[in-house]
């Protein structure tokens, strides 16, 4: 059975032309194959043994040194930099390469880090928000052992825009809140992904992917925090073609890592970035969630 990509605008006439429609019709046996392909592979790498649902917990770090829970070593910041200071028979890797001692980090880049080890731990050592921070990754972690998936949506290609990328006139940077109450990231936004959707065109704000050219979208609609989690989704795009033209496949709609754990830091949505219509596709609430304890850092 096969359907036809197809695209038209409705919108204003201020609105971006929206791109031809390819002739090829759609193989939908194909396509949810390579969707199922995509999300087992998604999932494998979630679940992973240092993936984020290994994430033991989230400690910010401060000027006065502070053992942290499961962790070597006295940590601490400041302007210079993180430190930690590891007693005698402490030892942490980075690199392969063994740390005793004092050993200072230098200064980290915002959403930069490093990843240390301990025995079959692996230590993030990051920053985000402005604040220097340690999560360790435990392969044993119970909750990551209890994890059986994610519910989804079936994929189905009426979750298939075609759209068109309309680039600012220079990048923006766009503040936005965390999953965490007081945070908040800056991205930079090259500009805006217009697409046409059951007749109606819409705009999001999209944010620069990790792919070179790529792009990608946090966002909100009408199943948040009904069938889909609360806060935030996030659809990566592949860079758009010579003409502008992208392709928003609302079938591989994730949940970002505050779906799973109160150890996130996620950014939320941009203002603008909430679709007033229900996106039943993708990702839906995790069956399962950890909660942070009062006493963790």
Not at 152 to 177: H, Q, S
Not at 205 to 226: C, E, K, M, Q, R
Request: proline fraction near 8%; charged fraction near 20%.
């Amino acid at each position: 059975m096969t359907d036809t990509l197809t695209s038209t605008n409705t919108a204003a006439a201020t609105s971006v032309d929206a791109p031809a429609a390819p002739a090829a019709p759609l193989d939908r046996a194909a396509f949810a194959r390579e969707w199922e392909e995509w999300h087992r592979g998604h999932e494998a790498s979630r679940a992973s043994g240092h993936g984020f649902l290994a994430v033991t917990g989230l400690h910010w770090l401060g000027a006065e040194p502070q053992r942290l829970a499961g962790t070597p070593g006295l940590w601490s910041t400041s302007d210079a930099g993180p430190v930690v200071e590891l007693a005698d028979g402490e030892v942490l890797e980075l690199d392969g390469v063994a740390l005793e001692g004092r050993h200072e980090f230098g200064p980290i880049p915002e959403r930069g880090g490093v990843t240390l080890r301990s025995g079959d731990l692996a230590i993030e050592l990051a920053r985000r928000g402005g604040n220097d921070i340690v999560r360790p990754r435990d392969p044993a972690f119970p909750f990551l052992a209890a994890y059986s998936g994610t519910p989804t949506y079936l994929p189905n290609p009426r979750w298939l825009a075609l759209g068109r990328f309309v680039p600012f006139d220079e990048p923006r940077e766009v503040t936005v809140d965390a999953a965490v109450e007081g945070l908040q990231h800056v991205y930079e936004a090259p500009g805006e992904v217009e697409f046409v959707l059951r007749g109606e065109t819409f705009r999001l704000i999209a944010f620069n992917g990790h792919a070179p050219g790529s792009l990608f979208v946090l966002f909100t609609d009408a199943t948040s925090g009904l069938t889909t989690y609360a806060a935030n989704r996030s659809l990566a795009i592949d860079a758009p073609a010579e003409d502008g033209t992208v392709v928003v496949d609302f079938n591989r709609a994730v949940n970002l890592p505050c779906a799973y754990t109160d150890y996130a830091t996620c950014p939320l949505p941009p203002a603008g970035n909430q679709l007033p219509v229900g996106i039943e596709a993708g990702e839906k609430t995790p069956l399962a969630r950890v909660e942070a304890t009062s006493t963790e850092a």
